[in-house]
């Protein structure tokens, strides 16, 4: 399916990424940001940057990804391989590098 979003663009509201929002299988929210798994199994993340809306830093990670979950600021995902890449502001579990 596709998304169509509105709302305050600091949060995710303006759909930045609309053209990417083909396909999509499975959509989560953190407090400020989106993140949408497509059917290729990868992750397409628009919002506030700090709050997990923007995943630059771990896209090349997010393939295969199965599932999302979504905390306050910071999303996880789970991979095929069984595997978990984070991304979001650290002190809500957008760090789990150690």
Do not use: C, M
């Amino acid at each position: 399916g596709s998304v169509v979003t509105w709302g305050s663009s600091e949060a995710g509201g303006d759909s930045s990424v609309s053209k990417l929002l083909r396909n999509v299988k499975h959509i989560q929210a953190t407090k400020w940001a989106f993140a949408a798994i497509l059917t290729d199994g990868s992750v397409v993340t628009w919002g506030n940057a700090e709050s997990g809306g923007d995943s630059h830093a771990v896209q090349d990670q997010l393939k295969d990804v199965r599932t999302l979950q979504a905390a306050d600021r910071a999303f996880a995902a789970i991979l095929a391989d069984g595997s978990i890449v984070t991304w979001g502001l650290p002190g809500y579990g957008g760090d789990s590098s150690e």
